[in-house]
């Protein structure tokens, strides 16, 4: 019997390394003779540098170097923008180590270069620099006002980019519409904050002449593209590596100034170098997200079906702007969710501000858009005197009605088109996972009969997956039996070493333990962009999945040859290649490899290569000496995976605290390749939604000064707040790609803001309070609860 | 100009069975110490000021924060790490087997704390409940998890354990 191994719970391939100690991130490697590296940030938000002094921490003990502008040879360049846009008419972005002027507070002003990083952080504290304060933004309303401080001088506004979108006739839309609903949306500052800081550790390999770096980056090929451009190096000549990573959530893809400056160190002083963030560090060197105020609103006919929306925001770009627009831009295209919104209206500015950079961070611009969607639907069932699963009911998406056009471009250039989904069957399964109806007619009453403040939400939610350009993988079955993968995708927690293996061993019909999955290094994958927007186990996993089938015909082709058969006699089982009803005539896939390479002598234990007559070159033209494949994959556009999301909670009106009574979700991330897995993704997803529901808010001062810069003050749930989670599977394949598979990553971050405010509102019902803004907290629950003494 | 605690002294530790004399700044931290002077980097550092718990090891049987605590005030205790927590090379501890088996880890940062917090807790709550387990590891930050599947990785910890005492 064929052995099935994708779809199965298959314990990860990773674990064993990760839970013995065995892991090596980048921070666990230490070369000898290695130098330590620690940064001067900048302590105000604006402000142009007047002088550095940098004498006394020259002479400190230990100290080899220390570098500001001035001393950075090729990295003076700018920082690269790494996605621009047509509308993003004012980009803007750094310097490795300032020039002249600071624009956010953590911004690299100076580096120590010393023999440790105690040595390194002393030194820091012996620089001394003259500072002329320049007036600060923060605020992004004030921001595009006339006369508002400018973040930069020479660019003559804070706009960075205007879009604007339309679909249909808005206009008409509203005009006729028997309702409109407006609010004012607004969701916070917060930031993806991996347990794993980011670290850096390159040398100059003498013997190979080849720069290596090890770097917590989701895009290692990108990277290494980036600094052989910068040092005139061929690709070749750089190796980045991303090892074990601790977690990205989207704040570890871009190219960051230590990213630069850390290799070039190694190359200048031809030593080991090391650079690791500390805590405090990353909360201003790292980049943050989700800061967008929308101003949106809704027309509806006399039943609630959705006539037009019309959406203008303001988003938080930050100091700069080295990710152009996508988290705007994907808002922009994802806020009609799974619900048809004929005529519609959607404009941003991005807009400057005096704060950390803003890039993608799990969910990416979608939960905004969630929460835009969702509250609007919400306000309109209330308001029409509708149950909120029916007015989603009577504007979803229909089965039959892909693939669905929404528009708009997506951030990949491509059409915003669903290519499938079952959008009302996901949540009719999850109103019965609920027992929606026992639950608003029965437990909801009577809990707050009880005197309780309990509330249901639901949220729904599609998310634009598996994005191109492209992802690539080589495929190879060795002659001693494993099958090496090698891609381009580094992982952070995702078991892309399980799932791909998964693939394969489903492919080649091999144990799933002799599959070696090769990842995260540009010594073994050379193309390729990296891991995010949820795209690892649809464009690799595709790649890889094209690469085995491309082996497992050559293997057939080889067997059939061997044999004196046809093809169509063999069969793949039990991780050998034979003639079918005929066992014993057949060969395992690492005899195959040998018989492919024609090798003037055999391996031993297993032989089967024997002496031939000759009949021509032993290698005859186009054959090769192996087993192996590299194939591509790149998608036509995003596949679009969806999910809906109920919650009860609790509110407790005198200490303001939150408590979350059930939790149920259900997701159709298309074929699932491994349940475990996809499971992990949605709980963590669904965390971080939590936290940014509640608990993630980044505090700016007027200043510029972050506030909560620690996690003493940043507070992320701990396992006493998120509630149990039950998942359910709906699996609706996605017809672009060879799996049917769609990304799961973001998945759980997106609903989540919108179905704890739907939940919060039902709960305090009495008190008549809307929520628009995340994330709450007990002080505003507090006060909402209590509007006498506030 | 000479920064604070860099005058040396020796010390003595135990970790994970190995004894260890060594000569440190006394500034070093313990965090610090075993990941790169005894080069033990499964002992990982998140925050390096005592919430995420990554940092996890066990002094004299007790879980404290090794970014908290400065190598000196190691001189002459007991430490264990996650690298002495499997049986031997080819079997892993019941917490090693259950996190493997129920998911109970994505990224791995996180998870050397989780398990030598949880060896502490299990030793002395053979049979908890979830609640107990949450307040537990209420210490330690995972941002991979949801902490769900560790939870469920805990509870079967513990009836493994139970189960090997029977």
Known sequence: MPTRVFGEPIKRAEDPRLLTGRGRYVDDIDLPGQLHVAFLRSPLAHARIRSIDVSAARDMPGVVAVWTYAEIGP????MPLLIPHPDLTHPFTRYALAKDEVNHVGEPVAMVIAESRYLAEDAVEAITVEWEELPVVVDIERAVQPGAPLVHEELG?????????????????????????????VIERSAGMPIETRAIVAVWNEVEGVLEVWDTTQAPIVIRNALAALFGLAPTQVRVVAPDVGGGFGCKIMVYPEEVLIPYAALTLRRPVKWTEDRLEHFVGTNHERLQIHDAEIAVDADGHILGIRDRFLHDAGAYTPYG?????????QLPGPYKVPNYHVEFRAVYSNTVPVSPYRGAGRPHAAFVMERLLDRVADALGLDRAEVRRRNFIQPHEFPYDVGLIFQDGAPTRYDSGNYPGMLELLLQQMDYDRLVREELPRLRAEGRFVGVGIACYIEGTGIG??????????????VYVATGMPQQGQAHKTILAQIVAQELQVPFEAVQVYEGDTAHF??????????????????????????????LQLAAEELEVAVEDLVVEDGRVFVRGAPERGFTWGQLAQLANPLRYAYAGDLVVRPRPWTGPTLPPGKQPTLEATEYYSPPHATWASGAVGVVVEVDIETGQLLFRNLWVVHDCGTVIN????????????????????????????NGQLLNASFVDFLIPTAKEIPWMQVTHQETP????????????????????AVVAAAVEDALRSFGVRITRVPLDPDQLWRMTHPETS | MTAVGTERRTIRVVVNGVAYERDVEVRLLLSDFLRHELGLTGTHVGCEHGVCGACTVLFDGEPVRSCLLIAVQADGHVIETVEGLAVDETELHPLQRAFWEKHGLQCGYCTPGMLMVLKAFLTEHPDPTEEEVREAISGNLCRCTGYQKIVEAALYAAQLMRQSRE
């Open chain 1, 75 to 78: 990295c003076q360049r700018r």
């Open chain 1, 157 to 185: 506004t804070n706009v960075a980019a205007h879009y604007v979108g339309i679909v249909g006739d808005p206009e008409d839309a509203f005009s006729r519409a028997a309702h409109v609903f407006r609010e004012r949306l």
């Open chain 1, 325 to 333: 627009i996508i988290v705007p831009i994907i808002t922009a295209c």
């Open chain 1, 469 to 482: 350009p492209y992802e690539g993988a080589t495929v190879r079955v060795e002659p001693t039996g494993q």
């Open chain 1, 526 to 555: 050379q193309f390729g962009s990296g891991t995010y927007a949820s795209r690892s186990a649809v464009v690799c996993g595709s790649a890889v999945a094209l690469a085995a089938r491309k082996v497992r015909e050559q293997g």
């Open chain 1, 675 to 702: 349940p475990l897995v996809v499971e992990g993704q949605i709980h963590g997803g669904i965390a971080q939604g939590i936290g940014g529901a509640f608990y993630e808010k980044l505090h700016y001062d007027e």
């Open chain 1, 734 to 753: 996605s017809p672009l790609n060879p799996l049917g598979v769609k990304g799961v990553g973001e998945a759980g971050a997106i609903p989540t803001p």
